[in-house]
């Protein structure tokens, strides 16, 4: 294959559970970014993180007779962040787009998102008017926002959206870290000093259901809660204070109750609220101290973000080089 000169922008994919979606997926990008940044001046990282379909012979056969369409098929799934890691290894972008797979996010905003940082901004996030999600995960979404805002130094009012945009110079701040445990967004916080956002639609999902679970949700909440903070270890200090002193106060009224009124006798109540409050807190504090040992076991045994197991549309040199992560 021919080197190609450096694309104005990389756009970078993560799929699961959307072969049926990728054609169009496809032809929406490339109708909506070839007359803006011109035939080489722009690709799509399509990274298949073995998914329940057969994405990976979609995007092979997609990538066919489009050289701007690129794609990395990975061993295992490994989760959003740690697919878009893969993907941001190997873009070439000045500008570098991550977006969703299945259209909720519109291609068309795209050069938007590209253009603002034309204007002197590191990172820009699409802020959507009307969010297509369920209950639950927009109910999520606000605790997960409530919570950046004081592990991460989130700027008030800032969505953590996926349809983000940002500067090679900040992806290649994210790519120092090589932990196996992704944030996405805690990254890009700590590497950007100027953010910006625009304003756009949230579509419904084109076909098939989200890859993103709860228990999956609730994961990712961890990686941000444990990996940029030790607030909840200071939370767990705090409660182990304010239990053993009310505690202490418990015991206090017990015995000024044996000493005024002898005939009553201490009753079960008082022992048991006593030991569930005392062994909540107990068992509290372990689960956060054991989250933070295993990341830390995980890390020191070079747990990988991800493995390749193969790509289309990459060059001899791109093949050569050994992804520092995998």
Request: charged share 20%; with cysteine; glycine share 10%.
């Amino acid at each position: 294959m021919a080197a190609m000169r450096q694309p104005e922008v990389s756009v970078v994919i993560p799929v699961y559970g959307s072969a049926g979606i990728l054609p169009e997926l496809v032809r929406r990008l490339e109708e909506q970014l070839e007359p803006v940044f011109g035939a080489e001046g722009y690709e799509v990282l399509l990274v298949d993180d073995c998914g329940p379909d057969r994405a990976w012979l979609a995007i092979a056969s997609l990538a066919q007779d489009r050289p701007w369409l690129r794609g990395i098929e990975l061993r295992s799934n490994v989760g959003q962040h740690n697919a878009i890691m893969a993907g941001l290894r190997r873009a070439r972008g000045r500008c570098i787009v991550t977006m969703d797979d299945d259209l909720q996010h519109d291609p068309a905003d795209v050069p938007r998102l590209v253009k603002s940082l034309g204007q002197g901004y590191d990172l820009c996030y699409a802020q959507f008017e009307d969010r297509q999600h369920a209950l639950w995960k927009r109910l999520g979404s606000r605790f997960n926002d409530f919570v950046a805002g004081r592990l991460l130094k989130k700027p008030k009012g800032l969505y953590l959206s996926p349809f983000r945009a940002f500067r090679d110079d900040v992806r290649d701040d994210v790519l120092r870290y090589e932990g196996p445990f992704v944030y996405l967004d805690g990254l890009l916080l700590q590497s950007a000093g100027r953010i910006t956002t625009i304003v756009t639609h949230h579509h419904a999902r084109s076909d098939g259901k989200s890859g993103y679970s709860l228990h999956k949700s609730i994961s990712l909440w961890l990686k941000m809660a444990t990996s940029f903070s030790v607030t909840p270890l200071r939370f767990v200090t705090i409660a182990g204070m304010v239990a053993s002193l009310f505690g202490f106060a418990l015991a206090l009224w017990v015995f000024v109750e044996k000493m005024l009124s002898p005939e009553i006798a201490v009753g079960w109540s008082s022992l048991i609220i006593s030991v569930l409050l005392m062994g909540g807190f107990q068992l509290l504090a372990l689960g956060a101290i054991g989250e933070y040992i295993g990341r830390i076991l995980l890390t020191l045994n070079n747990r990988p973000q991800y493995l390749v197991r193969g790509t289309v549309n990459f060059d001899d040199g791109d093949r050569g080089v050994r992804d520092r992560a995998q």
